[in-house]
């Protein structure tokens, strides 16, 4: 029985898997999309007018880095006139102060910088490219204009000891959010998970500081953080629950219930280029399978938290239980919690140095 | 945080209005906070021409039949909320 839903809230539209960095905690899949075998600029204005159509408030434009999209001004403002509103993603580059106003112009709402820490050399590491510069530039040119700023610090073990300064890059901004997000562990990031999970210790004082940091920025700076769930006692309710508020395009135009479901074997994504939006929404097979509670094992079945994380995420459950269809084995609860806490008591038996040793998987760029 | 009754507040770059299915919302950054009658009305007088004070006057004019205090403390609260979410801009 296909369980009743309701309409999508966000779209998120992934414009092409094209960036300037190779980050090693990317959450693009491991086959990247062609240029080639992107979305036309026609195709995307289609699908946010079938999206706003639907019930979709908001449309988050990432990738890869969407700026890499020489259309995306044009994408802004179809979005907009389509009514939706509009994020923009970015690790700010390539841009520049033309290309912000004519982004604004087009009424962008909202512009979201990525930062890889405080300092040159750890973005660096973590990007293999040289860009820390560029970014303190765009936080110079978006201070004088009226448009919402996020900054996004993906944080772990190599730059965690930077909150203060990363704080003092936020304070000394325009933005009104700051979002503090623990790399979570699928894709490229599970692949250099050793090198990135950080240690309880390390995760203690980032709680204390984030805290406090929200306490005192109130009414100035919205602070949300997100922590890695490998550390919770009950699992994140991945993506709102499984087609339950959001869908994710891919640059070739694959519908999604999130970014990393491609890792789950024999899911089928419908294109969009074949079905409408509102038709894979209802119907798909890839939406429906995780949706509701039947496809549920326990000790999920009969939890009392089940209508809370609706069973955490599917692709971790593959990834740390072999099996997408169990309880995430982050939860307490789940019979595969010790393999998470293997996981654990290797990282804190592992010292800082040796880590620095390993060799960082760097994600390539598409063809 | 205490809110200054003389302080006009306007909604914060990226809050706007918006609607959906017939319902009106807020939208902001990464969030969408559903606007019913009374929230609705403070809201659209979030614009920096309105004080505090007046935002008050004119919802225990609009809702005369409810206590006075409580409209005020009610919208009170409600602005507080919207300085937490980070959606409003106070200017003297």
């Known amino acids: 029985m296909m369980p009743s839903q309701s309409n999508p809230l966000a779209l998120v539209c992934e414009l092409t898997h094209r960036c300037p960095l190779h980050c090693v905690y990317c959450s693009n899949p491991q086959e990247l999309a062609a240029r080639a075998s992107e979305l036309s600029t026609e195709e995307w204005v289609s699908l946010f007018r079938q999206a706003a159509e639907l019930g979709v408030l908001q449309a988050d434009f990432t990738g890869g880095e969407p ?3 020489t259309d995306i001004v044009e994408l802004v403002r179809a979005a907009r006139t389509a009514g939706l509103y509009v994020s923009l993603i970015t690790s700010g580059l390539p841009l520049d102060e033309t290309k912000l106003d004519a982004l604004i112009a087009a009424d962008l709402d909202h512009f979201q910088l990525s930062f890889q820490g405080s300092t040159e050399s750890v973005a660096e590491e973590i990007s293999d490219t040289k860009m820390h510069t560029q970014k303190l530039r765009v ?53 250099n998970r050793g090198m990135l999970l950080p240690t309880r210790a390390q995760l203690d004082e980032f709680l204390a500081k984030v805290k406090a940091a929200e306490e005192r920025l109130r009414g100035k700076i919205r602070v949300e953080y997100v922590v890695p769930d490998y550390y919770a006692k009950y699992p994140k309710p991945c993506m709102g629950g499984w087609g339950r ?63 809370q994380d609706f069973g955490g995420c599917r692709c971790q459950a593959l990834l740390l239980a072999g099996d997408a269809s169990a309880t995430d084995p982050v939860c307490s609860l789940s019979p595969k919690r010790k393999t998470v806490d293997a996981v654990l008591a290797a990282v804190s038996s592992t010292s800082s140095a040796e880590t620095s040793l390993s060799v960082w998987k760097y994600r390539p760029n598409p063809s | 945080m205490a809110i200054d009754s003389n302080a006009k507040p306007q909604l914060a770059p990226g809050c706007r209005l918006g609607e959906n299915n017939n319902q009106r919302v807020l939208l902001m950054p990464e969030r969408a906070l559903r606007l ?35 409209v005020e403390s009610d919208i009170l609260g409600y602005l507080e909320l919207l300085q937490k979410e980070r959606a409003l801009d106070f200017s003297a």
């Open chain 1, 67 to 69: 700026l890499a999209r």
């Open chain 1, 139 to 191: 936080l110079d040119w978006l201070k004088p204009r009226r448009i919402a700023v996020t900054l996004n610090f993906v944080l772990h073990r190599r730059n965690l000891h930077q909150m203060d300064e990363m704080l003092a890059i936020a304070e000394s901004s325009s933005a009104t959010r700051i979002e503090f997000a623990n790399v979570q562990y699928y894709g490229w990031a599970f692949a």
């Open chain 1, 245 to 307: 508020k959001v869908m994710l395009i891919t640059p070739r135009g694959d519908a999604l219930p999130c970014h990393a479901a491609a890792v789950i074997p024999g899911m089928q994504f419908e294109s969009v280029k074949e079905k409408s939006l509102r038709e894979i929404w209802e119907a798909g097979s890839a939406f429906n399978k995780f949706r509701g509670e039947s496809w549920m094992q326990e000790p999920c079945k009969s939890c009392d938290r089940r209508a």
């Open chain 2, 36 to 70: 019913n009658g009374p929230s609705l009305e403070i809201v659209s007088r979030c614009d920096g021409k309105h004080t505090v004070a007046q935002i008050i006057a004119d919802l225990q004019k609009l809702y005369s039949k409810a206590e006075p205090h409580k």
